[in-house]
């Protein structure tokens, strides 16, 4: 039943039709249209976990909250 489940938690369809449901984004790699998320997968054990194309997941709200987290990139300071 995943009436209960929060609003963080997105179906996504994969390209053979089958539909499964973000629990959480755990890590990332690469970067740009390269980038790849850990998923960890409602309802299957981390034994499931895997790492999707940003592509695929992206405009899941479980990513999105992942990306605002990341540490922001420290400019080095302009040279006078």
Do not use: M
Not at 17 to 38: F, I, M, Q, W
Not at 42 to 71: M, R
């Amino acid at each position: 039943d995943t009436s209960r489940l929060p609003s963080e938690h997105v179906f996504w369809a994969n390209a053979k039709g089958s539909t499964n449901l973000v629990e959480a984004c755990l890590d990332h790699r690469g970067s740009g249209s390269a980038r790849k998320y850990l998923i960890k997968w409602y309802g299957w054990d981390s034994s499931f976990n895997s790492w999707e194309p940003k592509s695929h997941v992206d405009k899941t709200i479980c990513v999105q909250q992942y990306e605002a987290n990341l540490p922001k990139p420290v400019k080095p300071a302009a040279r006078a």
